[in-house]
């Protein structure tokens, strides 16, 4: 899987929108961007994932680059339960290798 | 639908002791993960079964670490003796495998279980 960079931390205002950025340079022509949270004391959980094209979700959105080397996850309206860790990995869709994580960007949704 | 159910959550052992966790992953998931996740970082993948086969265990300190899921369903892992640095979050995951192909759809994870070694 290609490796990605992200920031360590952010903040955000309650209301505001998130905007959490991905740098993916190596990212190969298949690969896919994933993003995950992990909530304090919970598992991580899976939030979108696109190849090229913007995707769309109940949770966020994801815009990827044309030149699809970075990605940014939109929170729209980011609410304090939305304070997390944000990971994002690429790889090949429905891959049969586990997912592996980086260190991912915290973010804090403050009041 | 249940999602992964892992025990215990919490466990305090002082170093040299043997300590086990279990996981229940959802129904119909034939693959399975184990990660562990020490405070501040990202979960590092331990071993990955499909079905009861060990499908990746390149990261799994063999030497005190086992794992098994001898009926491909629940699945448990096994530390022994433990050391000061297996303090950490142990997850459990689970994958839906796409028939006659080796593609796993999205992992869902457990809650975790924190161990905490002295």
């Known amino acids: 899987d290609a490796k990605t960079t992200q920031p360590t931390s952010m903040d955000c205002a309650e209301g505001r929108a998130a905007n959490l950025p991905c740098n993916h340079s190596?990212?190969?022509?298949?690969?896919?961007v994933y993003w995950y949270r992990q909530i304090h004391s919970q598992g991580p959980q899976y939030i979108i994932h696109?190849?090229?094209n913007n995707e769309t979700n109940e949770m966020a959105s994801l815009i990827i680059t044309e030149d699809r080397k970075s990605s940014t996850l939109i929170l729209p309206h980011a609410t304090l339960r939305d304070t997390a860790v944000y990971y994002c990995?690429?790889?090949?869709?429905?891959?049969?290798?586990?997912?592996?994580f980086g260190k991912g960007t915290s973010l804090l949704v403050t009041p | 639908e249940a999602g992964v159910a892992q025990s215990p959550r919490y466990k305090i052992i002082e170093k040299r002791q043997s300590v086990a966790f279990w996981c229940n992953p959802i129904?119909?998931?034939?693959?399975l993960y184990w990660y562990q996740q020490i405070l501040g970082q990202g979960p590092k993948l331990l071993i990955q079964f499909q079905n009861n086969g060990v499908v990746d265990d390149s990261q799994l300190p063999k030497d005190r670490f086992s794992a098994e899921r001898l009926k491909g369903v629940d699945s448990t892992l096994k530390i022994q003796p433990a050391k000061l640095e297996d303090s950490a979050v142990y997850l459990c995951?689970?994958?839906?495998?796409?028939?006659?192909?080796?593609?796993?759809?999205?992992?869902?994870f457990g809650q975790g279980t924190r161990l905490t070694v002295v």
């Open positions: 696109g190849l090229k």
């Open positions: 990995i690429v790889r090949v869709e429905n891959s049969g290798y586990a997912l592996n």
């Open positions: 995951a689970s994958s839906f495998s796409i028939p006659r192909t080796w593609q796993n759809t999205e992992a869902f």
């Open positions: 129904s119909g998931h034939a693959t």
């Open positions: 190596t990212i190969s022509g298949n690969e896919y």
